[in-house]
């Protein structure tokens, strides 16, 4: 196959490691110092003390690399426009793109999902059409990551926990082209599973990390800290909560209550989420797909959103006052 990595950040990075150890070739979009490091030593994953180091084609333009058969694009939410605007040269009548990101993407409401409001356009996410324009809904495959990866250096993805990917069809189906991308997933090594509905995984991850995410970046607190605070739980409960309705209007019920995601939540241990280590690292934090299109969604479905408004609020003025927004 033709696969190209659009984002050689961690998620792409381990990723597009496991599909080269599967005997695929892999193809790289990149820049900079990441696109550098992958042209003179390839792409590293880190897993404790084992290293392991695959070849890649790296380049710059997309041009270089014409038509593929699927592109992975696992870049964090607020470079997906740069993406969108470049990624044409990639796209043929059959192309499969893998959008594996946090939170709500621009397909969402795409498939015949979400109820009274399907079909709407998500403007906290995609403000004027352009990436649903760059990336029709026929070549979207969703996907949800449940592996923690950090990167070490450009090009040196560090795993830490996790490797699971859910993948589905936006409409739903178990088409004969998500079921041969879950068989070359699973023979790479990575834990994949066929979603009956994406969307609901995506908002099931999304229901826990749209609160722990921001106020990480806002305290600067792990994950332990931030449940250890009664009072910061019962704040994070509350906009759960509103979330919980949200995704019951648009054909998304959540049998759980907030403490049995805390639960789980807990079990991971004292974690740096990744919003934290965007702001640790001064870049752009991914508030609208994480908590910008939950208020939309509200506002659409006409749930009040007071909690989840002020977790937004607070959030977006800390990353416009350090640049990151």
Known sequence: ???????AGAIGGWIGVALSQAGERINVVARGATLEALQRDGLCLM?????????VNAVADPAELGEQDLVVVAVKAPSLAGVAAQIAPLLGPDTLVLVAMNGVPWWFLQGGFGGEVAGRRLAAVDP?????????????????????????????????????LIIGEPSG?????????????????????LSAQIQKDVWFKLWGNMTVNPISALTRATTDLILGDELVL???????????????????P??????????????????KTSMLQDVEAGRAVELDALVS?????????RVPTPFTDALLGLSRLQARQLGLY
């Open 1 to 7: 196959m033709k696969i190209c990595i659009y984002g």
């Open 47 to 55: 897993r404790g003390d084992v290293r392991t180091r695959v070849p």
């Open 128 to 164: 004027d059409g352009a990436i649903a324009a760059a990336i029709p809904d026929r070549h979207v495959i969703g996907g949800v990551v449940h592996c923690s990866c950090s990167l070490d250096a450009p090009g040196v993805v560090r795993h830490h926990f996790g490797n699971g």
């Open 173 to 193: 189906e178990a088409t004969p082209r998500v079921r041969a991308l879950l068989d070359l997933l699973m023979r790479a090594g990575i834990d994949a599973k």
């Open 234 to 252: 019962g704040f994070i409960s509350t906009v759960m909560l509103e979330a919980k309705e949200i995704g019951a209007r648009i054909g998304i």
């Open 254 to 271: 959540i049998a759980d209550t907030p403490e049995d995601r805390h639960a789980v939540t807990r079990r991971l241990g004292a974690f």
């Open 293 to 301: 299109a939950v208020r939309e969604l509200g506002q659409m479905t």
